[in-house]
């Protein structure tokens, strides 16, 4: 799948949770690769910062990303409903230090990204696939993510209070495309018992019946009520029983529970990436979702790019008779066993190295290793076959190295080992000649990389 963007800008306008200003945030279509970022205009210089997991900075009462003295909050929800609609590629534009709080949800979002629509780019979308468990918990509360590996994306979310209302709930998101109507609606929650602190925090200043859900669940004096009430600047409201004393219904039984789901999907989104795998999260909350998209990014940063996904037992794109239709090479020089995957800027290519391999007679009889030279002539096949699959009778053309950059060997390759090729475009083709980059891996991890130039060129 490609890239995508918004198709136009959008703002929307509205008083911040925290600081109660009056705040507008205006959504800007972006270039490929460029992420999520937010830009506070009101400052000199109007600072970017990107919408990554190792910017955050606080998770009270919401997400903090932050570059050096310049901060924006409460963006989980934005988040969300960008993350949900598949978009890859924004900039936010915003005259204050937090984003708008809205409804306490995701729903004015939702459908002003359905009324500008969405636009397509030209760049493959790059996904973080969940291979194998990851799990992230905090004793101290009992939070927990787990991340379990699935061809698509998913969330189960469970919550559970100390309270005689809101107890035990669950929700789940089997599909993106259900969150603008099965979630995006859900509101923000508080208890009345934590109104005070939260006011003495300078947390709430823009907090109210309208854009929250309000849980009165510990006997209190109408006096007492009407106190909080006042330090809050809203309506005095008559409370004789336990429940929900927002002035608008719940959207659902289990909107508490959505609505924990939709901040995990917004924190989820600083990962970076779309992510494929099932989420089940338990008592979630800002801290625990950012400190496991973290663990990502620390991934993401250590290796750029993910070892592609390899079942050997799905039909080749190509299998080596086919290869050999297009490629000239042949024993022992065919160093390219089968094609598993194509798209129109890369390819994945894969050779299964055995010990009958020739140059394992001399390259070394006592410790066999895979030359690094032959490591980057198996790359340099399967780029041979991305390029002559962008002309029309590939068998009448082949493809000749033309110059090789930044060679890295990381770790050697022996036989038993399979090798997975990863190679795409870096530019354009341009008369005749691709610049690409390579990557070799056995497992999960890169054994060799490098920069080539190749020239394509019709046989005579």
């Not at 979630?183 to 009345?192: A, E, G, K, M």
């Not at 779309?274 to 979702?289: D, E, F, M, Q, V």
């Not at 050999?324 to 160093?335: A, S, T, V």
Request: charged share 25%; net charge negative.
């Amino acid at each position: 799948m490609k890239q995508t963007t918004i198709a136009d800008s959008f703002s929307v306008k509205g008083k911040g949770l925290h600081t109660g200003l009056e705040i507008e945030a205006t959504f800007n279509p972006a270039p490929e690769n460029h992420g999520y970022k937010f830009q506070r205009i009101d400052i000199e210089g109007q600072p970017v910062i990107d919408a990554l997991a190792e910017f955050v900075t606080s998770t009270t009462r919401g997400t903090v990303i932050s570059r050096g003295e310049v901060s924006v909050s409460t963006i989980e929800h934005a988040l969300a409903a960008l993350y949900a609609a598949g978009i890859d590629n924004c900039l936010i534009q915003l005259n204050a230090p937090e984003m708008p709080i809205l409804d306490g949800s995701a729903r004015e979002y939702c459908e002003k990204i359905a009324q500008v629509g969405i636009a397509e780019q030209k760049i493959e979308r790059d996904y973080y696939i969940i291979k194998q468990k990851i799990e992230v918990r905090d004793d101290t509360t009992g939070a927990s993510i787990v991340v379990l590996p699935d061809e698509d994306f998913s969330i189960d979310t469970m919550v559970a209070f100390d309270s005689p209302v809101l107890t035990n709930q669950f929700a789940s998101l089997e599909r993106l495309s259900d969150f603008q109507s099965e979630i995006s609606s859900s509101r923000t929650f508080v208890f009345v018992r934590e109104i005070e602190p939260l006011i003495k925090g300078n947390l709430i200043k823009g907090g109210d019946l309208d854009n929250a859900i309000v849980i009165y669940d510990s006997e209190l004096p109408q006096s007492e009520l009407d106190r909080i009430a006042d330090l809050m600047n809203v309506p005095h409201k008559n409370v004789s029983e336990f429940g929900y004393i927002n002035n608008k219904p719940l959207t659902s039984e289990n909107e508490p529970a959505r609505h924990k789901l939709m901040d995990v999907l917004g924190d989820i989104s600083l990962i970076g990436r779309p992510l494929k795998g099932k989420i089940i999260a338990t008592r979630p909350g800002h801290s625990i979702n950012t400190t496991f998209a973290k663990k990502i990014r620390q991934e993401i940063k250590r290796q750029d790019l993910q070892a592609p996904v390899y079942n050997p037992s799905v039909a080749p794109l190509l299998d080596n008779n086919q290869i050999r239709e297009f490629l000239p090479h042949r024993y022992p020089f065919l160093l390219v066993d089968k094609i598993i995957e194509k798209g129109e800027n890369y390819i994945v290519g894969v050779k299964n190295v055995t010990t009958n391999e020739p140059f394992f007679q001399g390259h070394f009889p006592q410790e066999p290793v895979m030359p690094g030279v032959l490591l980057v002539e198996a790359m340099a096949q399967t780029g041979g076959l991305l390029v002559l699959g962008t002309v029309d009778e590939p068998e009448r053309y082949s493809t000749y190295f033309m110059k090789i950059d930044n060679v890295k060997f990381r770790q050697k390759v022996v036989p038993g080992d399979t090798l997975i090729f990863h190679v795409s475009f870096m530019t354009e083709l341009r008369r005749g000649c691709a610049v690409m980059k390579g990557y070799a891996f056995v497992g999960e991890k890169i054994v060799t990389e490098c920069e080539f130039m190749a020239q394509i060129i019709k046989n005579k």
